[in-house]
């Protein structure tokens, strides 16, 4: 079977071709051989991607589809849907990371060979990763809806939970046959796991509002919160990210043993394929199903359970679960959904493990849950809750919370909890917090309070409370709120500090404001060129950010290079060849609608380029680094080179302007492009400063460590 069964909609036309999506739609009206549409919509038509191909080919639009956008697309246009295509790709990868020579066997002749003789060599594999199925081919497949079940009576034993992968059937795997063959070859090109890191990524950046994803940078900090652990437990688990994080315990013997639960049987199979692709030695059972009302894994006693559960949600089994035994520490209220994901994560750890729940803010202080946080304290189960800056987890706007729990041994005679606070962390602009200085400030308070069971003061950042002076009527467990301000003489040195930096900023940017410029006269015409003609003239190279990081450099995001600032981001390690900024390049955000390009300097050089980001790196014998990025910023050449969908701008880079000038006038220009950004640079220092200044000017005032004089 070829691939005509694989469709692809305008904008991955546009993407294979490097084009925007309007030169599509003129494609669409200009020829007449142009391939009909086979599917989609009547705003949102599909087409054979195979007739696509030849059609450009022919056209001279297009010499190889690369290896990455040929399988991408096949996953995206795959008539089942792209999560089956994934299920299917994933599947096929265990297969050759386990057993290479039974593909080459089974991938040999026709498509329907294929079909035919593979779902007996993925049970050979899928069976000791995920346990048995209930039978090749049958039971419900990943991605359906459950079948509706009366809720289980808590007393009721719990019947043994399938497997959240199961064998897909030859029927199945038939309309896949093209998309595996192509998955395999890029798995020779980058290796298996990376290869479903890399489809798994684009599928989730192409369905952004579909999922609540777990930042790579939090799921560190929390992993490393929890320990090593030998057996771990995510009962919300999205796409594993979580449990991807967890360190082995070296100094246990036997594999590992990873326990994930999502109430989106999806999101369940993705994740049990990720982690086996993650870690290959280690034991995956996973499965589908609420974990609050149809909990898979009743008897596990894990020695870390790492936990981001559903927010704010009023249907979680309140009802039918009122007699349910893991409310140990109180029956949580309707509103209290949260408390009943901690209760069941305290219920599933062993004597002495921990359990990191993430949680909202209002969860610390809610007075429909007082009873249950308290009870907590009492018998030590809660021993510390950490305040995020705002940006660490989606919602983005709000301060989130970690709670670290542990499983009570022996009661200590005057318990503590450890409260930290890391909103000084907080990014000035757009982009994400400081995560390494939130991961230094919350590891070191946890370690050194792990231990003794207390921690001196660090103002402003951390402390332990003892427990009797938190149970009070509210038992309200904020970190802010419990926290002791800076010192007078720390916050009035700190203000100056501030101020002075300010006042030479200022200065600064008076330096560097530009001077008027007389009367203008007609500009000269300048025969221009754009970026494509420059790349395919080899005056310029011109590459894109991928999805797959390492793990000692940071990563350059579209953010960063908005507002500015040093790297800040962060990838899923990967073997696929990262692109590292160097000195003169540029570089531009390709989303957003925004004007910019920014010239990489010293701050920014060495960090990986991140996703929806393009680098230029110009022959400086032929192109000026300055000149390119001056020009490129232009207001009417973005308008030009940008296509327009209903919720997102996308920049095609090859079609950006400049003017064919001699070197020494680029420079010139470059010149005078440098200074305006220095000026720009100015400017935002000053703004960042000012806005400094006026909240601790706020803070200082009000908690008394500035004089009103």
């Given at each position: 079977m070829r691939d005509n069964a694989t469709e692809v909609t305008a904008a991955g036309i546009a993407r294979l071709a490097g084009v925007g999506r309007a030169a599509v739609s003129n494609w669409r009206r200009r020829h007449a051989d142009f391939p009909k549409p086979v599917g989609g919509t009547e705003t949102s038509?599909?087409?054979?991607?195979?007739?696509?191909?030849?059609?450009?080919?022919?056209?001279?639009?297009?010499?190889?589809?690369?290896?990455?956008?040929?399988?991408?697309?096949?996953?995206?246009?795959?008539?089942?849907?792209?999560?089956?295509?994934?299920v299917h790709a994933g599947c096929v990868l265990l297969l050759v990371h386990d057993r290479p020579t039974v593909w080459l066997d089974v991938g040999a002749g026709s498509d329907e060979r294929l079909a035919a003789m593979l779902p007996g060599a993925l049970e050979q594999v899928l069976a000791p990763r995920f346990g048995p199925t209930a039978g090749t081919g049958?039971?419900?497949?990943?991605?359906?809806?459950?079948?509706?079940?009366?809720?289980?009576?808590?007393?009721?034993?719990?019947?043994?939970?399938?497997?959240?992968?199961?064998?897909?059937?030859?029927?199945?795997?038939?309309?896949?046959?093209?998309?595996?063959?192509?998955?395999?070859?890029?798995?020779?090109?980058?290796g298996a796991r990376q290869t479903f890191e890399f489809l798994l990524a684009r599928h989730l950046d192409a369905n952004p509002r579909q999922y609540t994803l777990t930042p790579a940078e939090l799921a560190r900090l929390m992993a490393d919160l929890a320990g090593p652990a030998r057996t771990a437990l995510d009962p919300a688990c999205g796409t594993g990210a979580l449990l991807a994080a967890v360190a082995p315990d070296p100094r246990r013997d036997g594999g590992r043993e990873l326990y994930a639960q999502d109430a989106a049987p999806d999101l369940a199979a993705l994740t049990a394929l990720r982690l086996a692709l993650h870690a290959p030695a280690a034991r995956v059972r996973a499965a589908a199903g609420d974990s609050l009302r149809a909990d898979a894994h009743p008897g596990l006693r894990a020695d870390a359970v790492?936990?981001?559960?559903?927010?704010?949600?009023?249907?979680?089994?309140?009802?039918?679960?009122?007699?349910?035994?893991?409310?140990?520490?109180?029956?949580?209220?309707?509103?209290?959904?949260?408390?009943?994901?901690?209760?069941?994560?305290?219920?599933?750890?062993?004597?002495?493990?921990?359990?990191?729940?993430?949680?909202?803010?209002?969860?610390?202080?809610?007075?429909?849950?007082?009873?249950?946080?308290?009870?907590?304290?009492?018998?030590?189960a809660l021993r510390a809750v950490v305040a995020l800056p705002p940006g660490a987890a989606p919602p983005h706007s709000i301060p989130l919370h970690l709670w670290v729990l542990r499983r009570p041994g022996k009661p200590s005679a005057q318990p503590e909890l450890l409260l930290v606070d890391t909103g000084r962390f907080a990014a000035d602009g757009r982009?994400?917090?400081?995560?390494?200085?939130?991961?230094?400030?919350?590891?070191?308070?946890?370690?050194?309070?792990?231990?003794?069971?207390?921690?001196?003061?660090?103002?402003?950042?951390?402390?332990?409370?003892?427990?009797?002076?938190?149970?009070?009527?509210d038992v309200d467990l904020a970190p802010p709120r419990h926290l002791p301000p800076v010192s007078a003489t720390d916050g009035a040195e700190t203000l100056t500090a501030v101020r002075e930096r300010l006042d030479a900023t200022l200065r600064l940017a008076g330096d560097l404001a530009p001077t008027p410029a007389g009367p203008a006269g007609a500009p000269a015409p300048r025969p221009p060129t754009t970026v494509g003609e420059l790349a395919r003239g080899g005056a310029l190279s011109l590459r894109t950010g991928g999805t797959g990081g390492h793990a000692r450099l940071p990563v350059l995001t579209d953010q960063d290079v908005a507002a500015g600032t040093g790297p800040t981001g962060s990838l899923p390690e990967s073997d696929e060849e990262a692109v590292v900024t160097a000195p003169g390049d540029v570089v531009l955000p390709v989303l957003g609608g925004g004007s910019v390009a920014r010239v990489v300097d010293e701050t920014t050089a060495g960090a990986v380029l991140g996703r929806n980001l393009v680098l230029l790196r110009p022959d400086p014998t032929l192109l000026d680094p300055w000149f390119l990025a001056g020009f490129l910023r232009g207001t009417a050449n973005n308008r030009r080179a940008s296509s327009y969908a209903s919720t997102a701008t996308r920049l095609d880079v090859r079609r950006l302007q400049l003017p064919r000038l001699p070197l020494?006038?680029?420079?010139?220009?470059?010149?005078?492009?440098?200074?305006?950004?220095?000026?720009?640079?100015?400017?935002?220092?000053?703004?960042?400063?000012?806005?400094?200044?006026?909240?601790?000017?706020?803070?200082?005032?009000?908690?008394?460590?500035?004089?009103?004089?």
């Open positions: 038509p599909a087409f054979a991607l195979a007739e696509v191909e030849i059609w450009l080919r022919r056209q001279g639009k297009l010499a190889e589809v690369p290896l990455r956008e040929r399988v991408w697309q096949q996953v995206a246009g795959h008539p089942s849907g792209p999560v089956a295509a994934l049958r039971g419900r497949a990943a991605g359906a809806p459950d079948a509706a079940a009366p809720p289980r009576s808590p007393a009721a034993p719990a019947a043994p939970a399938a497997p959240a992968v199961r064998t897909p059937a030859g029927p199945e795997l038939l309309p896949s046959a093209p998309l595996l063959r192509g998955v395999v070859e890029l798995a020779a090109e980058l790492l936990c981001h559960p559903p927010f704010n949600e009023r249907e979680w089994g309140h009802d039918e679960l009122a007699y349910d035994p893991r409310w140990e520490y109180g029956f949580p209220a309707r509103t209290e959904s949260e408390l009943a994901w901690v209760q069941h994560a305290l219920a599933r750890l062993a004597d002495g493990g921990t359990a990191v729940v993430l949680m909202p803010p209002a969860a610390a202080s809610r007075r429909s849950g007082r009873r249950i946080r308290a009870d907590l304290l009492r018998r030590g982009g994400g917090p400081d995560w390494r200085g939130v991961r230094d400030a919350v590891l070191d308070a946890w370690h050194a309070f792990d231990g003794p069971g207390r921690l001196d003061e660090l103002p402003g950042l951390a402390r332990s409370v003892p427990v009797i002076d938190l149970l009070d009527d020494d006038e680029q420079r010139r220009y470059g010149a005078r492009f440098a200074a305006l950004d220095e000026f720009e640079r100015a400017l935002r220092g000053a703004a960042r400063l000012g806005e400094q200044l006026v909240r601790g000017m706020y803070d200082g005032l009000t908690n008394g460590t500035v004089p009103p004089g």
